[in-house]
């Protein structure tokens, strides 16, 4: 039975801990609670957002108006070499149960914050995987035509960052199906310790933010390609180059803005340091524009969402 709430502040569920209220908000912890919830909003003409674990997004200081959805569902189970598991899972869940069981494929995503639906959405990814590598079939409900509807991995259109359900917003992501590599139980679990201790050791993850600010842009520019790796003695292994290697390129490591400041440890985190406003930080992220587009002649994209603006 749906629960709503009224006036519920929404800072607190999201890790840079920034947001007004949201109008509706409600926390479903089953996909029939999570689809009774959207057609609620439906019916009664209410915009909907829904979120999981917060951990990539910037919600404006007016809030949401409109009902918004914190998808809590949680249930996971393994056949064979599958995980069977909903949206609201947490990531690190996933990675923990796969590794128990010597399921391999998602050792180094250890230590990405948020949910299982919401990695799915933007193709999370760090040191070489992605979920890409272990996703087989997607259940989602479509908002707009009202109905369920299933994909392939194939059908996923998943690229960096990117998939076709956050091209398609509509699709709420209910559940998935993974499927793992045969691995070894100890050795999963070593892999995804030490890929934490290594996030760790590069960046105190304990920080009001939400994870990369901007995507890592395509960078043709060879000149620029070669002092990358004279800096940085690394060898770009794609058309992309770091966003934090950029923003600190044109001087912006550690400038603030009221509360919000560019992470002198890791340039593309954009940190709430205590007070900061949405306000301030999109302020602060429109100056890292301006500033990369004006020197570099790149364009840079927020990774992060931003809700309510
Ligand atoms: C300290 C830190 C480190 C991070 N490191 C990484 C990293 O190494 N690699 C990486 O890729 N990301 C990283 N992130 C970003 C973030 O953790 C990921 O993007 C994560 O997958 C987001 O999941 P979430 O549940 O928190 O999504 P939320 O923040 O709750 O939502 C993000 C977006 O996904 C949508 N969404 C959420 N659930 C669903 C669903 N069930 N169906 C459809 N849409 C949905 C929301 O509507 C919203 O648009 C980091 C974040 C932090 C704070």
């Known amino acids: 039975m749906l629960s709503l709430e009224r006036d519920v502040l929404l800072a607190p569920y999201s890790t840079f801990n920034i947001g007004g209220p949201a109008d509706f908000f ?19 003409s209410l915009k909907s957002f829904i979120f999981s674990g917060g951990s990539n997004l910037l919600i404006a200081d007016r809030g949401f108006r409109g009902l918004v959805i914190r998808v809590a569902s949680a249930a996971a189970r393994i056949s064979g070499r599958d995980i069977y598991a909903d949206a609201g899972t947490p990531l690190g869940s996933v990675v923990q149960l796969a590794g128990a069981h010597g399921l391999a494929g998602i050792e180094r995503l250890a230590g990405i914050p948020g949910s299982l ?12 995987a992605e979920m890409r590598d272990v996703v087989l079939s997607v259940k989602t409900y479509d908002r707009k035509a009202r109905m369920l509807r299933e994909f392939s991995a194939k059908q996923c259109a998943w690229g960096y960052r990117q998939s076709h359900f956050k091209s398609h917003p509509e699709l709420v992501i209910l559940s998935a199906q993974l499927r793992f590599e045969d691995g070894d139980s100890a050795e999963l679990q070593r892999i ?15 920080v009001r933010c939400a994870g990369s600010f901007f995507m890592n842009p395509d960078v043709l520019d060879e000149a ?19 966003a934090g290697w950029l923003i600190d390129h044109v ?19 954009i940190v709430n340091t205590g007070t900061a406003t949405a306000e301030q930080v999109v302020m602060l992220a429109s100056l890292v524009k301006q500033r990369v587009r004006t020197e570099l002649g790149i364009q840079l994209r927020e990774e992060v969402q931003l809700v309510g603006f």
């Open 192 to 206: 995804a310790a030490d890929t934490m201790a290594v996030r760790e050791a590069k960046h105190p993850q304990a």
């Open 224 to 242: 620029l390609r070669d002092e990358f790796a004279l800096d940085t003695g690394k060898t770009p292994k794609d058309s992309r180059l770091p």
């Open 251 to 269: 001087g912006l490591r550690g400038r603030r803005i009221g509360g919000a400041e560019i992470s002198p440890h890791h340039p593309n985190y």
């Open 117 to 128: 639906g919401g990695a799915i959405r933007g193709n999370a990814g760090a040191f070489g």
């Open 26 to 44: 409600a926390t479903v912890t089953t996909a029939a609670e999570l689809i009774e919830a959207l057609e609620y909003a439906a019916d009664n």
